[in-house]
Structure formats: C-alpha cells, structure tokens
C-alpha cells in the first residue's frame, strides 16, 4: 500500500440526542470499529461537554491514530450545515446558538461538519444503507417527533438557510389536533410521531370501551403497546394504524408531488408496527398520486441497525468534505 | 473579438402550449431578437407540427446563421426533460408519448432540450428574472392551472423521473373540492387557479345576493373580473381572493418548510388581483411556518413580461448543454 492509498482512512461520526451522545469510528465500508456515549444531560454548559465528549474519545481516537481520520461529522437537533451552529434546540440543555462545529474542530483538530440529526440519518442511508446509488430520495424517521431528510440531484436539500426538510412539521389537516409544541394545528408529527400515535390510541379506546387498549396504563400507552394489543386482534388497536397510516399516506403523496423520489425510506420506532401501519400507508399513497406518479415510488424500511444508524448517518458527513 | 468569445451566442427558446407554440431566438442578455408564433392545435399530428414549426422559424433561423446557435430550448405541458418526450399531455393535440426532442434535433439539426412549461418559467426567471443569482427558490405560475417549478442548491429538482414540482396537485384541503380533470379532492389548483378562482366566486355570490359579483353573466366570471368589482369595494369580491389567498399561503409554509427557499415567486394572471390576494398569501403563509422560517422568505412577482417568459424560459435550457 503507497501513502496514496486512502482506502483505510477513518471518519468520525457523533450523533447528540437529548439523553445521549453517541459516537463511533467507521470505515468506508460502514463498519463501526469502535464506539461508546455519554449522557447529553450531565453537561450544563457546552463548555463542559466537549471537554467530557474528549475525554471519552481521546482512547478510540489514540488507538486509531496511525491510521488518518478524516474528519468528524455530527448529527443533532437543530443543527445548521452552514453555520455549524445548533440553533434553540428545545430538547438540548444548552440555550441560544451554539457555534459547536467550530469548537469541536478546534478540541479534537479534525475538522468538524455538523447537520441536523434526520438529515444524518439520510447521509446514512445513502452512503450504508437502503438508499445506496439513489440521486432522489426521502428519508422520516418516525420516532418521539418526526424528522426528515431529502436528497435530490443526489445533494442533501438544505435550502437557503440550512434549515430544508422539516417535513413533520407540515400542515397535513389544516384546523385539525394542536400539536403539544409548536401549537401548529393538524401537522403531520401531531398524528404520526409515537407522541401523536399515542394520542390516537386514548382517544379511540375512549371511544371504544370493549377494546383491549383499555387494559394498559395511561403511561404505558405507546406505539409498541398498541402494535402488541393489535397483534392479539383487537380492532381498535388495528384502527389506531389505519388511521395513522392513511394521515402518512396522504403526506407522502404530498411530498411525492415535490421532488417525485425514487424511494421513501422509513426508520424509527413506530414501523415495527409493519404492515398494521404500512398497508394503510401505501393504499392511501398511491391512491392521492397523479396517475404519472403512481406504482414507481418505493417505500421502504431502512437497513441501517436502529442503534448503529445514528453514528453511521454523521460519520457519512465526514467522507464528503 | 477572436473565435473563442462565445458571448454572442444565440439560443431558440420554443414554448408549446395547447392553443399556440411561441418561439424566439435569445441572446444571453435575455433580449429577444425575433419570435413568432403558430397555431398548434391546427397541426392533427406531431410530424405535421413539426414540419410547420420548422417551416415557420426557417426565415429567422438562417437571418442569424452567422451567430452560432447553442440550442434549443423547449418548454410544453407533460415535457420530461430526461427522456425528451412529451407523456400524456391532455391539452395538446398529439395522444401518448411523444420524441419531440429527437425530432426536432433531427429536423433541425439543432441539439434540442425538452422540460415542462412550468420548469421552463423557473430556468427563465433564473437566468434572467427575479431569480437571478439564487440558488433555492420555488417558482409558481398561477394561471389556468397551478404549475411549479422548484430549484435547490441550484439545480432543476426534475425527481427520478423528470417529472417533480406537481405542486398544483398536492392536497391542501384533504375531502375538499374536487377537481373538474384530476378528481382528486382538495388540491392547490382546485383553489388556487384561475379556473378555482371562479368556482370560488360563483359560490360566494350565490351566497351573497347583494354582491355586485352577480351583475356578472355567467360565463365572463373570471379572476380580473372579480378583481374589477373588488376595486369598486365589493366585500364579496374580495373575500373571494381573501379565501384563495389563504390557501395558497397555508400551501406555501408547507412548501417552505420542504425545500426552505430564499424567494417564492409569482407568475400568471391571477397576480394581477395585486394585494387583494398578496395580502392574505403572505399573511396566512407566516402564521403557518415554523418560527426559524418566519420573515425571511421573499414573496414576490416574475420579473419577467408575461408575453416573453415562456420563450425566455425555455431558451434558458439551452444555455444549460
């Protein structure tokens, strides 16, 4: 192997979630060589979490070191492409704007490119996972809330701003449930986030007191607890799917219409719920298409491991730059 | 000037639409030096046309042979700019798919590129209109119908099948109005367009007998007609607008938060109501963003003279080979 050969060269990936920070070192193959977290929360200032997100990694980066690490990509909420800033993140404990791609670099000297954490997890997907090869396509995560990426021309949309792709965010009922955020009525999130989920479920076993979705707790009602009491026949808990289902379905037609992808890739919590929510997802899709549209788009799930996707979606970053 | 300086250049633009087809040849300053126009629904078939076409534009062709001509640029309805053929288009004489790039490229013995008319509008407002220097910007004409044309990090979004930017048929209004060719319930153009525009007032002036909406006949409700009775300060007349505005706003916040451009731009014939719709647009698309999205998005109108846009547009793609 000459100097030349950059084919073992490493790359960086650091997702910052709300709990945790996860990070890795990955290899052009998407193969995690090393990996580890800390808790996001124990670190009242910024200041104080990069000095504990160093001193986590210092051992992985040291045991790499003779190997060229080509640079750090992170992954968080309200992360900005550009500025490399986390803007008002309202599930992180640090306020205001946080010019946190700059600090990192000037830490841990390696360059630094921050996004947002959907548009990473697409990053992902492209490079590692269900949408390797595609110039066109859309990624949601179907999580707590419901984020997503977009990528056409085989570039990630950002938009003027940095800011593109807050899909869960549009209004797919206008006048419809307010969402317990933003205040937004009828957003997509409000119905088809595990939240939004969780939602539909009291309000239909309210409805429907011989459904079995009666018997679980107020707390313990969530998007796995309903799939488990639809996989024992209940109907209600059937029609908590449907109805999410047709609402996702009509969203995507919606998002077809735009930029016509080649693929819709799903990832989060709530598709384990499999066809009870996909089905109706597909019918309502196809059926809110332009016939030219119609019978091409795939949907579907991510291949990326749920725990390893994260770290993989903002490594991918760093092989761009 | 020695052989190399390319910068008096020509291009033909060639905008085909269901009554006439527009062509002119265009310098890069967007100046168009001679244009004309033939009938193209007298043309039964598409070598027929084409041989018209051919026949017409032959005079002002060889007038500038001694220019080099790039290209040419064609804009039509249902035109895929990746596949050279015009699909399907309901308003056009010519049935099923149509190799009107090849053809005209042989007939001619031009390189000619195809997309839809309404990508063509947004190459031209690009390269000579309002757009000029962005690299994020959705382009919507609001005419007959609603078209679209999107451009991010400052390529055409065509999608995986030339065929993105439908945005005149994504649901606003899901169960809403049923549109009169698509049956779909509730899209942008059942509303938005000129054709939704009279619905609309045909509807509000049944409701408001004292309206002087119902001095007019039947058949001569249009969108400049509601407009004149709105300046005489009729209320009706102006909650017709107040209503398409609304939704076109509601629209538009989605649109944003999808792609987040720097300017939305207007174009077509229903911009002509001026404020009457412009104010309630712009109001009702703030109120539905995002607040990282609110008060910096440019809603504004085509820079380009309606008679000239779609030739401009269209010449615009030839530039692009």
Redesign the interface.
């Known amino acids: 192997m000459g100097i030349l050969d950059l084919s073992n060269e490493l790359a960086i990936g650091i997702d910052i979630g709300g709990t945790n920070t996860k990070y890795g070192i990955v290899n052009h193959r998407g193969e995690i060589l090393d990996k580890g977290d800390i808790k996001t929360d124990a670190y009242p200032s910024i200041e104080e979490f990069i000095e504990g997100l160093h001193n986590a990694m210092m051992p992985i980066i040291e045991k790499h070191s003779s190997v060229g690490i080509k640079g750090i990509g992170m992954g968080a909420p309200?992360g900005n492409y550009y500025t490399g800033t986390i803007?008002?993140a309202p599930n992180l404990p640090w306020r205001g704007i946080i010019p946190i791609a700059k600090m990192v670099t000037e830490k841990f000297s390696i360059p630094c490119t921050l996004t947002n954490d959907a548009n990473a997890a697409a990053m992902g997907e492209m490079m590692y996972g269900a949408a390797r090869g595609?110039?066109?396509f859309i990624m949601i995560t179907l999580g707590t809330g419901v984020g997503s990426g977009?990528v056409?021309?085989g570039?990630m949309?950002?938009?003027?701003?940095?800011?593109?792709?807050?899909?869960g965010?549009?209004?797919?009922?206008?006048g419809g449930r307010k969402h317990w955020s933003?205040g937004?009525h009828g957003s997509l999130e409000a119905y088809c986030s595990a939240t939004g989920i969780a939602i539909t479920a009291k309000k239909l076993r309210a409805e429907n007191i011989h459904s079995a979705l009666n018997e679980i707790s107020e707390d313990k009602i969530d998007s796995l607890a309903v799939f488990e009491v639809a996989e024992k026949g209940d109907e209600t808990a059937k029609e908590v799917f449907r109805y999410t289902g047709q609402i996702l379905g009509?969203a995507l037609?919606?998002?077809i219409?735009?930029?016509?992808?080649?693929a819709i890739i799903l990832f989060g919590g709530v598709i384990k719920a499999g066809d009870y929510i996909m089905k109706p997802t597909k019918e309502h899709m196809e059926k809110?298409l332009?016939p030219?549209?119609q019978n091409?788009v795939k949907l579907v799930f991510s291949e990326l491991k749920e725990a390893d996707a994260a770290i993989l979606g903002a490594s991918a970053l760093a092989w761009e730059t």
């Open positions: 309200n803007e008002y595609m110039k066109d977009i056409s021309n570039l949309i950002y938009g003027h701003d940095g800011f593109a792709g807050e899909l965010h549009i209004i797919v009922r206008p933003t937004a009509e037609a919606n998002f219409m735009f930029s016509s992808p080649e809110n332009l030219i549209f091409k």
